[in-house]
């Protein structure tokens, strides 16, 4: 049994937990770790009830992304900014697609098709201050089998979005 949980990432000169729009979760959530310029990873040891990320990046005024890891095979992301809204991705489709079975929505009702998430992060990456390329985002997120661990696949796409590891 692997890793379920969430990772909510976002910037902010206060601790992220501190906006309101994470009220009702805020004592289940754990600092991870700070990144490069301010950005902080939050985990959420369940399933995500965490609220609107669009209503935190209001808040925050700056963009917010939460990975939903699951069985640590697959990951479903929710990204969200003040200005260009919110889209959802998928790293690892295959598992995705076993983990929502045959009777429910598939990976293409509930998620961009790779090319469209690699566009829109680039462009939520950009509202972030961050310039990155399409092409290494658009790796990951073409990944139907992963050799890393869902975890590793998250933490690999947020440095293609420019969110720098602080030990690097």
């Known amino acids: ?49 965490l609220g609107s990320m669009t209503a935190l990046a209001e808040a925050a005024r700056a963009p917010v992304l939460l990975g939903f890891v699951m069985d640590s095979a697959c990951v479903a992301v929710e990204a969200a900014a003040p200005y260009s809204g919110s889209w959802y991705a998928c790293l690892g489709r295959a598992p995705m697609a076993a983990h929502l079975g045959r009777e429910g929505p598939t990976t293409d009702d509930l998620f961009l098709p790779p090319e469209d998430a690699a566009a829109r992060a680039v462009g939520w990456a950009a509202e972030s201050g961050r310039g990155v390329l399409e092409g290494p985002l658009l790796e990951l997120l073409r990944i139907e089998e992963p050799e890393l661990s869902a975890e590793e696949l998250f933490f690999a796409f947020l440095d293609r979005l420019g969110i720098e590891s602080l030990s690097d």
């Open 1 to 49: 049994m692997g890793f379920w949980g969430c990772y909510l990432v976002g910037r902010s000169g206060e601790p992220l937990i501190g906006h309101p729009a994470l009220r009702e979760s805020r004592g289940l959530l754990t600092l991870r770790e700070y990144r490069a310029d301010g950005w902080q990873v939050w985990s959420h040891p369940t399933q995500p009830s």
